[in-house]
């Protein structure tokens, strides 16, 4: 059964701190995964990633697949409260253009 | 404003109404997209429509009718839904069907079935 597993499932954090956001994933035929930012509803695209090893970066935010492991991270430094939010990992299997979400995780960033 | 823009906000509506749910989008994208997100489930696709042709259907149940008269438009249409069926419903666009364009989502409609 095809599955994107995200951990943790909720996390909170002081402002300033560096977070390690986990996806796993278990897809037939992947094609490439992706990170969404999701905040109040609509979710907002962050990266997509097809190859291993390339770190990809936008700001404080960088993100790394490996496809040896079937994992991805999601890192955000010196965060901030604008950064809480649900962040959602997604995979696209090359078949049928199917797409398996994982339930995201809740990032908190108090003051 | 993500670009895409979906109406209404919320619908509150009876076990034997039909209603529809509209998405439109002025980006130029040929592909459109209906996600359901319920509480505490992943993100769960139901419809791709790429070019105005239906290319997808995730073994959505026969309640749900999707319609997609133009690239620039698509609706749901509902009836006789379940409470079940109460979730967050997400449009999304893309240039094209794949993720290599990404995806503009827009802010959802939040569908309560009483």
């Known amino acids: 059964e095809d599955k994107v597993v995200q951990s943790p499932l909720s996390l909170v954090v002081h402002e300033g701190d560096t977070v390690t956001l986990n996806c796993s994933y278990e897809v037939t035929n992947f094609r490439s995964l992706l990170w969404y930012k999701q905040e109040k509803k609509a979710p907002t695209f962050l990266f997509m990633l097809?190859?291993?090893?390339i770190e990809k970066k936008s700001g404080r935010l960088s993100s790394i697949l490996d496809k040896k492991e079937l994992f991805s991270i999601l890192n955000i430094t010196a965060t901030q409260t604008g950064d809480s939010a649900v962040y959602l990992c997604?995979?696209?299997?090359?078949?049928?253009?199917?797409?398996?979400f994982g339930t995201g995780t809740s990032l908190t960033v108090i003051p | 404003e993500t670009g895409v823009t979906q109406t209404p906000r919320h619908l509150v509506m009876g076990m034997t109404n039909k209603k529809s749910l509209k998405c439109e989008q002025h980006l130029g994208h040929n592909a459109m997209y209906w996600y359901k997100q319920s509480a505490k489930k992943p993100l769960e696709l139901m419809f791709v429509y790429n070019f105005k042709e239906q290319t997808e259907n995730n073994s959505v149940p026969s309640r749900f009718s999707p319609e997609c008269p133009n690239s620039s438009h698509l609706f749901l249409h509902l009836h006789t839904l379940q409470p079940e069926d109460s979730a967050l419903y997400l449009c999304?666009?893309?240039?094209?069907?794949?993720?290599?364009?990404?995806?503009?989502f827009g802010s959802g409609t939040r569908l309560t079935v009483v």
């Open positions: 999304a666009s893309s240039l094209r069907q794949g993720s290599d364009y990404g995806y503009t």
């Open positions: 997604a995979v696209e299997a090359s078949s049928g253009n199917q797409f398996y």
């Open positions: 097809t190859s291993s090893g």
